[in-house]
Nanobody
Framework: EVQLVESGGGLVQAGGSLRLYCAAS????????IGWFRQPPENDREGVSC????????YYADSVKGRFTISSDNAKNTVYLQMNSLKPEDTAVYYC??????????????????WGQGTQVTVSS
């Protein structure tokens, strides 16, 4: 059974850091691309970042470039999202999702096959 489990969310002050974890089971992250998405209250889900371990490619939304870093540990079958210099507008439920590759449509939620349950990130001002 394919499963994605996010963790690492919490409450942090503006300027602080958090590291999110996406633990995969039922498949290997080396064979799939993993995307991170977020959904602020009363807003649509938006793509944050994507990593394709097979070729090392990474993608970021403009709003997080230079602040967030996506990485993977194939031995642990886990993908990470390191979030630095957090802002109140980063507050959202963060989800990880899997699809065969990142590609040009990486930020479209409908292109992903599997989803985790989400983890809340709250950034206070």
């Amino acid at each position: 059974e394919v499963q994605l489990v996010e963790s690492g969310g919490g409450l942090v002050q503006a300027g602080g850091s958090l590291r999110l974890y996406c633990a995969a089971s039922g498949f290997t992250v080396d064979d799939y691309a993993i995307g991170w998405f977020r959904q602020p209250p009363e807003n649509d889900r938006e793509g944050v970042s994507c990593i394709s371990s097979s070729d090392g490619s990474t993608y970021y939304a403009d709003s997080v470039k230079g602040r967030f870093t996506i990485s993977s540990d194939n031995a642990k079958n886990t993908v990470y999202l390191q979030m630095n210099s957090l802002k109140p507008e980063d507050t959202a439920v963060y989800y990880c999702a899997a699809r065969p590759g990142c590609g040009s449509s990486w930020s479209r939620p409908t292109q992903y096959d599997y989803w985790g349950q989400g983890t809340q990130v709250t950034v206070s001002s």
